[in-house]
């Protein structure tokens, strides 16, 4: 039989940390006298890469090793401002305790660096249900990219197409389809509307069960 896999993003899908990422970004421009807008940041920022982010707003040219100082600077400040607020989207550890019952295979693919997928991760006491664990190191084009879909797919020895991804913005939705997976928009970021066009929506994990995913993958059993 095909192994079925769930992949999740992490921000904004594993744990509500956009507007901390906002919080944390906001400090850090205004240390630099870097200006931003809200709408830039919704445009620039959610489900970006550093690198992406770094030489948009700081609008001038920046060696590899400046992006990844002052990304490492960043986010060093985002989990410093997110570590007492750390919990799971409601009904996450129930509904990934559910999938892996069911033989599910479980994945994490985000575009964020390694230092924060483990901060949530251990933080959470997520990582003994994983199966995949993949941050932007692991990868050489991020998302809209669909390789570390690709990658987890093959981590998690399946198929894109044997996928559910769990997304929540217009670069990760993007990704996920890119890759040829099933995708299910978190609506914790972005409206339905500002995404591409997903099977299913979900605000938590109490608006989607087992019985969901088996119907999106078409898992038929006798």
């Given at each position: 039989?095909?192994?079925?896999?769930?992949?999740?993003?992490?921000?904004?899908?594993?744990a509500?940390?956009?507007?901390?990422?906002?919080?944390a970004?906001?400090?850090?421009?205004?240390?630099?006298?870097?200006?931003y807008?809200?709408?830039?940041?919704?445009?620039h920022m959610?489900?970006?890469?550093?690198?992406?982010?770094?030489r948009y707003f700081?609008?001038?040219?920046?060696?590899?090793e400046e992006?990844?100082?002052?990304?490492?600077?960043?986010?060093?400040?985002?989990?410093?401002?997110?570590?007492?607020?750390?919990e799971?989207i409601?009904?996450?550890?129930?509904?990934?305790?559910?999938?892996?019952?069911?033989?599910?295979?479980?994945?994490?693919?985000?575009?964020?660096?390694?230092?924060?997928?483990?901060?949530?991760?251990?933080?959470?006491?997520?990582?003994p249900?994983?199966?995949?664990?993949?941050?932007?190191?692991?990868?050489?084009a991020?998302?809209?990219?669909?390789?570390?879909?690709?990658?987890?797919?093959?981590n998690l020895?399946?198929?894109?197409?044997?996928?559910?991804?769990?997304?929540?913005?217009?670069?990760?939705v993007?990704?996920?389809?890119?890759?040829g997976?099933?995708?299910?928009?978190v609506?914790?970021s972005?409206?339905?509307e500002q995404?591409?066009?997903?099977?299913?929506?979900?605000?938590?994990?109490?608006?989607?069960?087992?019985a969901?995913?088996?119907?999106?993958?078409?898992?038929?059993?006798?």
């Open positions: 039989m095909d192994n079925y896999a769930v992949i999740f993003d992490m921000d904004g899908v594993i509500h940390t956009n507007p901390y990422h906002s919080e970004f906001r400090q850090f421009f205004d240390n630099y006298n870097v200006p807008t809200d709408q830039e940041f919704e445009d959610y489900g970006k890469h550093n690198d992406y982010i770094m700081f609008k001038r040219e920046l060696s590899d992006v990844k100082r002052l990304a490492d600077e960043k986010e060093a400040l985002f989990r410093e401002i997110y570590r007492s607020h750390l799971p409601a009904g996450l550890p129930e509904f990934l305790a559910a999938l892996r019952s069911e033989g599910m295979h479980i994945g994490v693919a985000t575009s964020a660096p390694r230092a924060n997928l483990d901060f949530i991760l251990d933080g959470l006491a997520l990582r249900l994983m199966d995949s664990v993949l941050a932007s190191e692991d990868v050489t991020h998302k809209p990219d669909p390789e570390i879909y690709l990658k987890s797919a093959a020895d399946t198929r894109p197409a044997n996928c559910v991804i769990f997304e929540d913005s217009f670069s990760g993007s990704a996920a389809i890119n890759a997976a099933k995708v299910v928009g609506l914790t972005h409206t339905k995404l591409p066009p997903c099977q299913h929506y979900v605000r938590n994990y109490y608006q989607v069960d087992v969901k995913i088996k119907q999106m993958l078409a898992i038929h059993h006798a």
